[in-house]
Structure formats: structure tokens, C-alpha cells
């Protein structure tokens, strides 16, 4: 059964068909570096890493072709253009890297008002630059603790994880080609002018995500800013370049000094680094291969080459595009329009991507995650309590990626003890050299595994194969140990880092804790009051434990274990 998948663009399951079934192109959109990513970002990007990881695997078929295969796997880091109003294709509100400045500055002032440090203690909030490469980097610590294969391949190969802020020449080679084209047009005067993109150029407009032109009226469910209409020739033209020489983050460009919408990023970045034919590809690959890491950003298609890129008749451009839903309007929808048009010689029925992913929402505790209601929760939140990664990971990745997962406490300690589970097989044996791999039956349990996976990526059917199988083995083997991670490459848990626990006389203190001098006083407080049998005391003691963030069991050896209580930040 070769991997089926349901394109967003086309409403259906249907088999993956890439260009080539031995060299995918992937492109996910990546985070906007104005604030930590939190867990729902992270369901997202997780998805597509699963996605990719299944791709590679030697139990993937696809086009008649078994694995394993290359993956080229790209995600933009976005550090300018996207705008606090997301559902407006125009871009509406400000800036996120503002937005962030704003609230930078904020938190700082009432961080020295208390007397307490703040992390960015050391950030100029007036600096967008700055701000965004430190979330940039906890973004990127965050994603390799979690297993993005895309992350720890960014530490050597930047070209996979472009920045828009060092892609604005191609933007601007891009919007160059579809003012030429006829397909975006210039208004305003000289000090104020906006590039829009003409939809009415592109037949297909909304057939990703059904807001057709006809349905896109002017304040209709709030998708159409008011502002300019009556420059626009259609009220769902969208935002390409405005000319602002008071923003922050600005370049010159031939309509005047200003900055590049949203949208427009990504048809440069995943052009750039994956719209090449095969040999391009292996020749910079070689290339890769050869030069220092400094000089890798240097890889890729330059402006020029992207402003004369054509791509054959209405031909994919990429093999896989991946999202979350909040992408697939306006977001996805406008990359699609541009990209077509831009690169195809018929942008008629032409689809940008070969197979459009999208990952569903992600609800805490059955409810939407909100700061205000005390569930939201970023990765660091998690770690910093001392949730493995891979629990993390696992809880994140093991509901069907079209279905809204539902994140809760309980969800993770049942992962953690999954992966206690399959840890017990997987170690049961060392992994032999690379150049001595041992070699698997052909096992029921990848049979299963893989029938689940060829299926949409049925995430909880593959888990469940995995489970049976784990609890029928009463002595694990070698060979069990090389299929269990042979799986595992699939599924990315047990190989993630491990946090260690620290140990005090009276106290073990799980990952996420650290042995405090005020709870080591207060758990030998509580040890004195039950040996004088004052349980009460006792009690009243572990309640002020818990009400400063510390949960305690009592273990053999007349310890205590203390961890981080698991409650909303």
C-alpha cells in the first residue's frame, strides 16, 4: 500500500506523487521569532517532522518506490512583514517584531520596578533585530530538544532555516516579475505607494481554502481591511510591498523605502532552496558537501535566478507543503496565487505544491489555550517543570494530525510511560555500527506499523501496533532492540536528551527542580514532624510545598521526591 495523504487543495485522500520518489522537496511554514513557540506552534511543525521522518524510512513506499529517501526539508524563520492581524490578507494591525518591542519594553520595566531580572535583560527593545534572533534561538534550542531533524540539520546547513529578513532581494526580484507580468500593480503616491497582487489574474483564487473571489466581499467576516479600498481593483487584493520609510525594519526598493507583506517570503524561500531540477540539486549538493558552514547561506537560487525561474505548464513547484490550519487562508492561499503565477507558464490549474498538509488545533485540558485562562503552556514552560522531550514530543505527535488534539497533563505521564516501555526493548541490546546494521524480519509489528502510516499518517494506528507488539515480548532480543529502533526513527523519542535528577541527603529532585535550601528546610521540617507522629503538621507542610510550585512523594530509603507541580503558567 503506497502512503496516502489528503491534500487540503483537492478535499481528498490521494497517493503522494512526487517529481521524483527518491528526492522529496518539503516546505513548512515556520515561526514568527516575536515570542516563545508554544506547544500548538509546536504540534504543527511536529507533524510535518513526523511526515518527513515516514518519508525517509526504509517501510515508506511511495510511487512504487520503498525508502529509504532524501528529504530536502526547508522552514523560514519570519522576522519581518507578519502582521498582529492575521486573518487579513492586507496585513492589518502592526508588526509583530513591534508588537514584541512594545511588550519587551513592558515587561522589563516592571521586571526593574519589583527588583527581579528579565531574560532579555541584555536586549535593546528598540532593536527588532535583536529581539528576533534571541526567540529565534530558543526557538531552535526548543525544536532540537524535540527531535525537528530539520533543526539539527540548520546547525550545519542554514540554507534550510532562511530567514525573511536576508530573503528581501528575492522578494523583491519576485514582485518585480508579477508587476511585469501584469499579475501585481503599484497605487499611491510617491512616499505612500503599496504593491497589491491582482487575484482577479488568478483564475483559482480560494480553491485552497474556499474563499473564493465571489465570497471575498468587502468586510465579509472581517478578511478585507477598509484601509486603501479604493485603490484596490478587487477588495481581496493583497499586500505585497508597502512603502514606509518610518518602519523599523526597511529596505529600499523601486516602489520607495518600506517593507514586504507576508505572504510573499515564503514563495521566495522555498523557491530559492528547493525549485531546482535534479541536477542542480546534486550539484549543490557536492558543493554542500565541500564548502565551510559559513559559506552556506551563500547556496541557493539568487534573486536573478528566482526573477527568470520558470517552472514547465502548470507543474508542481514543490513536492509537499506543510501548515497549520490557521495558515490555509490567507496565508497559504495568497503563497499559492503569487507562486503559480510567478514561476508557471500556465498558472492555470497549477497547484504550487504536489500535496498541501495542514495540522489541525490544539486544545489544553478541552479548552482553547489562552494566557488568560491559565492553560497556555511553551515548550521551555514544559521542560522548565521537568517534562522529558520526549513525552513532550510524543504527547504532541500521537492524535491523527487532521483530528484537534486535546494536550493534558494526564496524556503526558501516559506518554512518559509509553516511552519507559519502549525504552526497556530498545535497550535491551546495544545499537551495532553503522556499517553493521542488523538486519529485520519482515515482522508483523512493521507490516502493522506501516499500514497504519501508508494510511494518512494514522499516527494512533502505528502506536497502537507498536504497543501490542512491545507487550507480548517477555525477554527482549537483539533483533527486538534493532526493530524497535528502527521504528523510533519514525516516531523521534528515544534517542531526545534525558534530564537528570540531583540528589540532596533528605531529597530527590526530579528533572525541572533544583535542590532549594528553602524546600530541603521545609522536607526536613515535615521528616521531624512525622516522626513525632504530627501528621497534621505534616500535611500543612507538603500544602506550602505545593503552593510554591513543588510536588512530594514519599520513596524507599526514607526520601522524599520532589517535583515540579504540574499546574498552568
Not at 529517501?69 to 517584531?97: L, Y
Not at 558537501?289 to 525561474?309: D, I, K, R, V, W
Request: charged residues 25%.
Amino acid at each position: 500500500m503506497p502512503l496516502r495523504l489528503y491534500n487540503t487543495l483537492t478535499k481528498r485522500l490521494e497517493d503522494f506523487a512526487p517529481r521524483d520518489p527518491s528526492d522529496i522537496t518539503f516546505y513548512s511554514c515556520g515561526p514568527t521569532v516575536y515570542d516563545d513557540a508554544h506547544i500548538g506552534n509546536f504540534r504543527s511543525f511536529l507533524a510535518a517532522d513526523l511526515l518527513r521522518r515516514w518519508i525517509e524510512s526504509p517501510l515508506c513506499e511511495i510511487g512504487g518506490h520503498r525508502g529509504p529517501r532524501r528529504v530536502t526539508h526547508v522552514m523560514n524563520i519570519t522576522d519581518v512583514g507578519h502582521m498582529t492581524d492575521d486573518d487579513n490578507a492586507d496585513g492589518g494591525g502592526e508588526d509583530k517584531m513591534d508588537a514584541a518591542a512594545k511588550r519587551l519594553e513592558a515587561q522589563k520595566a516592571e521586571a526593574k520596578k519589583s527588583g527581579k531580572s528579565h531574560t532579555t535583560a541584555d536586549l535593546d527593545p528598540s532593536d527588532p533585530y535583536q529581539i528576533a534572533r534571541f526567540y529565534e534561538s530558543r526557538f531552535r534550542e526548543d525544536a532540537r530538544k524535540l527531535g525537528l531533524k530539520l533543526a539539527l540539520e540548520a546547525e550545519k546547513d542554514p540554507t534550510l532555516m532562511p530567514r525573511a529578513t536576508e530573503s528581501v532581494p528575492g522578494m523583491i526580484a519576485l514582485i518585480a516579475r508579477l508587476i511585469e507580468k501584469g499579475n501585481a500593480y503599484v497605487v499611491g503616491e510617491s512616499g505612500s505607494r503599496v504593491v497589491y497582487f491582482r487575484v482577479k489574474s488568478f483564475p483559482d483564487y480560494g480553491r485552497l481554502s474556499g474563499n473564493t473571489l465571489d465570497r471575498l466581499k468587502e468586510g465579509e467576516g472581517g478578511r478585507i481591511n477598509a484601509e486603501h479600498q479604493g485603490q484596490k481593483e478587487h477588495p481581496a487584493d493583497f499586500l505585497l510591498w508597502k512603502e514606509d520609510a518610518r518602519h523599523k525594519m526597511k529596505w529600499d526598493s523601486p516602489w520607495g523605502t518600506g517593507y514586504p507583506g507576508w505572504h510573499i517570503e515564503c514563495s521566495v524561500m522555498s523557491a530559492a532552496r528547493l525549485c531546482t531540477n535534479a541536477s542542480d540539486r546534486a550539484s549543490r549538493v557536492s558543493e554542500r558537501s565541500q564548502a565551510p558552514s559559513s559559506s552556506s547561506t551563500n547556496l541557493g537560487l539568487t534573486p536573478e535566478a528566482l526573477q527568470a525561474l520558470t517552472i514547465p505548464n502548470a507543474s508542481p513547484i514543490i513536492d509537499l507543503h506543510s501548515g497549520g490550519e490557521d495558515n490555509i487562508f490567507p496565508h497559504h492561499e495568497c503563497e499559492l496565487a503569487q507562486s503559480c503565477s510567478a514561476f508557471n507558464q500556465s498558472a492555470a490549474g497549477a497547484t504550487y505544491a504536489a500535496m498541501w498538509f495542514h495540522a489541525r488545533f490544539l486544545m489544553v485540558e478541552g479548552t482553547k489555550m489562552s494566557k488568560s485562562k491559565g492553560n497556555f503552556f511553551t515548550a521551555r514552560d514544559l521542560f522548565a517543570k521537568g517534562i522529558e522531550p520526549a513525552a513532550l514530543r510524543l504527547e504532541l505527535i500521537k492524535t491523527h494530525y487532521r483530528s484537534n488534539a486535546n494536550f493534558t497533563m494526564q496524556g503526558l505521564t501516559d506518554s512518559q510511560r509509553m516511552i519507559d516501555r519502549w525504552r526497556r526493548v530498545a535497550e535491551s541490546s546495544k545499537p551495532q555500527s553503522s556499517n553493521h546494521q542488523m538486519e529485520v524480519r519482515d515482522l508483523p509489528v512493521l507490516r502493522e506499523f506501516a499500514q497504519a502510516l501508508h494510511d494518512d499518517l494514522n499516527i494512533a494506528g502505528a502506536i497502537a501496533a507498536v504497543n501490542s507488539w512491545v507487550g507480548s515480548i517477555t525477554t527482549p532480543t537483539a533483533e527486538d532492540a534493532a526493530v524497535m529502533r528502527l521504528l523510533d526513527n519514525v516516531l523521534g523519542v528515544l534517542t531526545l536528551e534525558r534530564p537528570q535528577a540531583a540528589q540532596s541527603d533528605i531529597g530527590i529532585f526530579l528533572p525541572g527542580t533544583t535542590p532549594d535550601p528553602v524546600v530541603i528546610a521545609k522536607l526536613e521540617d515535615r521528616r521531624a514532624a512525622r516522626a513525632a507522629k504530627d501528621f497534621k503538621k505534616s500535611d500543612q507542610i507538603r500544602d506550602e510545598l505545593l503552593v510554591l510550585g513543588y510536588a512530594i512523594k514519599d520513596v524507599a530509603g526514607g526520601k522524599v521526591e520532589v517535583s515540579r507541580a504540574l499546574k498552568p503558567v
